[in-house]
């Protein structure tokens, strides 16, 4: 090694160039696995020659690099390693004060931030924060990136010097992995890499150049390899123009970066930038806020000004504007001086210092209090479930489409108690004028108002405040449309609401409701918001519109969200951002709460968990298919966009769904049959609830069925009863247990998912249904048939389908009271990703007619009629693109099952076998009764794993989302979806894994 290291220094000797080319040699030796053992322990030798402060610096001027080490422990939190030892050459950056108050800064967010995320560093010098983070924090990937080739052959040269040990040999972490793992690095002018390769980020950070460079040609130079080592430390120090109005505060690059980092960065990413305070604070938050962006100040400091850093462009701004930049008379210097002043004070010998700070963005979340409903009518109604007022008042023009029970109920006196009635909500309706409003709230004491505005009041927001004044005084829950009078236009209307919140705080107990009436894009598309600034009633909402409707697709979500508030600041003048506002201080007992039977229902329903910045969140709660779209149906959603003019025969889908549901499953139809559509199945499924409810029958669920209808009937307040299943025969229905369980109830409502169970993946064969469907016959039932998780049948062998024509025409002449009606989609039959669509058919009229009774259906626009239609005649076709993507993907699914049940049975997981469907029913056989414990920073949970709270355990051990067996019904066994992206599908198989080490 010594005449190793004496060559190598000899050729360091000479110029930057040639000591660049050694090193590069390095690195290639150190990529070869080969002679990687060598180089390293050479690395090592050549650090313990030069371990000092003295000989370190006295190696940078002779030999043209530097090998420093970097001690953290003395930055807070940082306990994993005591070191960092790192190479440094004269053309890039090196690491002093700012990039040591960057990382302070990093270091006020917990480790949890980085956890398992994807990350890039923008600007990456010599690679030690990249790695620093890769260490401390178990990211998933770190990409650190710099315009700088040289830098990026010096960090990869400080990674693998920090990757493997003294001898050359892998150091790895708790989880088995090196930072080679977690670590990469590339040339890239900002995110360009990222962009280029489509890669999706959690994390970006970022310590970049703040100062224009006084030559401007400097920067339109290439950057190369080759360049001269002054002109690519250059880059660490100036920036070049980027046509951003920040360009004159020096702070164009960063408004690029944090540009391209809205194209690449996942909804609930976080950015962390540091900021030189020159500019003043005020124009360095405005920089993340003009672009969309929260803000919050992590860390500031002072800093003195590098030396070699030009300051004369900024007092050029000053000279031909009348901002003024910010700078301090050394580090004691509390009062701010201009760039003109500092300049003249460094010319003649001071030391001048800037602030510092480091500050972390991240993307308005306008789902923090935004909850977003298929329709005001829908919003209307939900609120009132969920509430279950004794009395309601509501503006006559908004309780046409309520229940008409609600309308005409004469329960509308105070109970002995002063509880909710089990009678159900009484309506009372109110005109919309404020006066008459405020007398009727006075005189009958509500426990909600629903209210509009007329146009004369809605100007100014004198009414909206004595409607808010005098429901606070009573205890009153109060809900204000606004729909009318709220315009999409460039030069809207005085809106007294949109006033009145410029400037307050929404009260706890008022919620705002606005439907998107004057939209002029699609006509037929109904959407609507309600607006809460108290947690607890948003969270309510939310789970309320999930459980009754469905998922709102999260691109829907985001989008209308975002449409919303851009709206809502641009006809704000004086707009409040979201951390600066808070809920109005309200007791609980000053105004009417949630009833507490739907908040029970609610909270036992295992709906979507919110991401958290604890850890990623991996849902395999949720069933439906996050697969990439196929082609066919990728192309039919963008004609469905692109076609103007649409005619009424190009969105009939009637002939297509009837022929489908003949085709797969031969149920008939005929002209007392009626087709039924809405955005979703769960919104149809929840009208036959409220159907069976009219008419006095009780819901019957076998053992085994989707937790989700059934957690919706519950909400509803339905009769319900179980049909118990045996594990004989995989938990499916029998003739013999469907017969014992309906024989003594009186109008029975039998729910039966097929061909597909949902969620076992068995299926019912054609015999079995029909078998099934002869003794709901006998005993008068009527039978919802949910077809709607069928179509993906991946180990079926010996499965033909159904063929329902005879039975069914048997038994509706033979039993003229009997009827099914046949729900169903089309996510699983063509694999349609995120389109929600929904169709039932009912052959019975009266049960048609009380169907209808129930108003406030929200159904498809004409795009999805149009995309639906398409895909219909191209299934009609058997061949071609569509048939063989739904064969490819239901071939791809046979392998993801067969995958996670090995993972699943490796791990001691029981598993029901499976033949269709996106999900496997599994029992943690070896892990139930077992005590654990799980740490999260200060805070330890204990956990003794049973049926109730195998969820919760592991989604704080790992971040994974399962369905427990409080969802299936099934003791012991959970639901996984399987149908997830392949990064998300191995992060899953790795948290199964992860759950067995910890809890063993």
């Known amino acids: 090694m010594g005449v190793v290291m004496e060559d190598f220094l000899k050729q360091c000797q000479h110029s930057g160039d040639a000591a660049y080319t050694a090193i590069r040699s390095l690195l290639e030796r150190l990529e070869d696995p080969t002679t990687r053992t ?10 313990k020659r030069f371990h000092s402060k003295e000989a370190s610096e006295s190696c940078l001027q002779t030999y043209h690099f530097q090998i420093q080490d970097i001690y953290l422990e003395q930055h807070e939190g940082f306990q994993k390693r005591r070191k960092l030892t790192m190479m440094v050459i004269p053309s890039i950056f090196m690491p002093e004060d700012w990039s040591f108050t960057f990382y302070e800064g990093i270091n006020r967010h917990p480790d949890s931030i980085f956890k398992d995320r994807t990350v890039a560093e923008l600007g990456c010098g010599n690679g030690w924060i990249s790695i620093a983070i890769a260490d401390k924090c178990s990211p998933l990937k770190v990409y650190g990136l710099d315009i700088n080739p040289r830098a990026v052959k010096i960090s990869w040269i400080n990674l693998y010097m920090n990757a493997l040990d003294e001898n050359g040999n892998p150091i790895y972490d708790e989880e088995n992995k090196t930072l080679l793992d977690r670590v990469e690095f590339h040339e890239s002018d900002l995110l360009s890499y990222c962009r280029d390769n489509n890669i999706e980020l959690e994390r970006i950070v970022g310590c970049i150049p703040q100062i224009l460079n006084p030559n401007p040609d400097a920067m339109s130079k290439m950057v190369t390899e080759n360049a001269s080592e002054e002109f690519l430390h250059s880059l660490s120090n100036y920036c070049a123009l980027q046509g951003f109005v920040e360009d004159q505060f020096g702070l164009g690059l960063i408004a690029r970066a944090v540009e391209e980092g809205i194209s690449v960065i996942k909804p609930l990413g976080i950015m962390i930038f540091n900021m030189g305070g020159r500019p003043g604070q005020a124009v360095c938050r405005r920089l993340f806020e003009r672009r969309g962006l929260r803000v919050d100040q992590l860390w500031q400091t002072k800093v003195l000004q590098a030396a070699d850093t030009d300051i004369s462009a900024l007092v050029e701004i000053e000279k031909n504007s009348p901002h003024r930049f910010e700078f301090f008379m050394g580090l004691a210097g509390d009062q701010p001086i201009c760039a003109r002043t500092a300049w003249a004070y460094a010319k003649a010998g001071g030391r001048i210092s800037h602030a510092l700070s480091v500050y972390s963005c991240q993307l308005r979340q306008p789902n923090q209090n935004v909850v977003v409903f298929p329709s005001r009518t829908v919003a209307i109604e939900s609120s009132l479930r969920l509430l279950s007022p004794r009395l309601a008042i509501v503006d006559e023009q908004l309780s046409r489409n309520l229940p008409k029970q609600w309308l005409t109920s004469l329960n509308v006196g105070k109970t002995e108690s002063g509880k909710h009635s089990v009678g159900g909500v009484a309506v009372i309706e109110a005109p919309r004028q404020s006066d008459s409003m405020v007398e009727l709230i006075r005189k009958l004491k509500p426990e909600v108002v629903v209210t509009g505005m007329t ?45 009145y919140l410029a400037g307050n705080v929404l009260p706890s107990h008022v919620a705002i409701v606005c439907g998107l009436l004057k939209n002029q894009v699609y006509s037929d598309l109904e959407v609507a918001f309600v607006i809460s600034e108290e947690e607890a009633m948003f969270k ?34 004086d707009r409040h951002s979201l951390p600066e506002r808070s809920v109005e201080k309200t007791r609980a007992f000053e105004v009417n709460g949630f009833s507490s039977s739907a908040i029970s229902r609610l909270d036992h329903a295992e709906l979507a968990v919110n991401e958290s910045d604890e850890f990623p969140v991996v849902h395999m709660d949720v069933n439906q298919i996050f697969l990439p779209i196929t082609t066919p149906v990728k192309a039919s959603i963008f004609e469905s966009f692109a076609r103007q003019n649409i005619s009424d025969s190009e969105t009939d889908i009637t002939s297509g769904i009837r022929e489908m549901i003949s085709t797969s499953y031969g149920f008939p139809s005929d002209s007392n049959s009626e087709f039924i559509y809405a955005d979703s199945t769960v919104a149809l499924f929840n009208k036959l609830v409220l159907c069976c409810i009219q008419e006095g029958g009780t819901l019957c669920f076998p053992t085994g069925s989707n937790g989700n209808y059934l957690s919706a009937a519950k909400f509803l307040n339905a009769k319900i009863a179980n049909i118990p299943t045996n594990p004989e025969v995989g ?49 008068g039932a009527t039978v919802i048939l949910d077809t709607s998780f069928s179509g993906v049948e991946f180990n079926s062998k010996g499965f033909e389908g159904w063929n329902l024509t005879g039975t069914l025409e048997k038994l509706s002449s033979a039993h003229p009271n009997f009827c099914t009606a046949l729900l169903g989609g089309l996510f699983s039959k063509m694999l349609t990703g995120g389109i929600k669509f929904g169709y039932l058919l009912i052959n019975q009229p009266s049960l048609i007619e009380t169907f209808h009774s129930f108003a406030g259906l929200s159904k498809p626009h004409r795009t999805i009629k149009y995309t639906v239609k398409k895909l219909l005649d191209l299934k009609d076709q058997r061949t071609g693109d569509l048939l063989n993507s739904t064969y490819e993907l239901t071939e791809f699914l046979a392998g993801r099952y067969k995958q996670l049940k090995e993972r699943l049975e490796a791990c001691g997981w029981e598993v029901l076998e499976a033949q269709a469907g996106v999900s496997i029913i599994a029992k943690p056989s070896t892990l139930l009764g077992k005590t654990f414990k799980i740490n999260k920073g200060d805070s330890t949970c204990e956990f003794k794993l049973d049926d109730s709270n195998v969820r919760e355990a592991m989604l704080r051990a790992t971040g994974l989302c399962i369905n427990s067996a409080s969802w299936t019904g099934i003791p012991g066994f959970c639901c996984l979806t399987m149908a997830l992206d392949d990064s998300d599908f191995e992060r899953s198989l790795e948290c199964i894994s992860n759950f067995k080490s910890l809890v063993c």
């Open 455 to 499: 146009q004369f009041e809605s100007v100014t927001s004198s009414a909206f405040e004595r409607l808010t004044d005098i429901t606070r005084e009573i205890g009153c829950r109060l809900f204000v449309d606004i729909s009318d009078h709220f315009e999409l236009s460039s030069l809207p209307s005085s809106n007294g609401v949109l006033k």
């Open 38 to 47: 060598d180089a390293r322990i050479f690395l090592s030798q050549l650090h």
């Open 540 to 573: 309510a909402l939310c789970k309320t519109v999930e459980l009754l409707h469905g998922n709102s697709s999260v691109i829907s979500q985001y989008y209308y969200g975002c449409l919303f508030h851009e709206l809502l600041a641009f006809q704000l003048a």
């Open 731 to 779: 938990y499916k229905l029998t003739e013999k247990t469907l017969a014992g369980a309906v024989e003594n109830i009186n109008k029975p409502w039998v729910y039966i998912s097929g061909p597909t169970i949902s969620p076992t993946g068995l299926l019912y064969s054609n015999e079995e249904i029909n078998k099934l469907l002869l003794v709901c016959a006998k005993f």
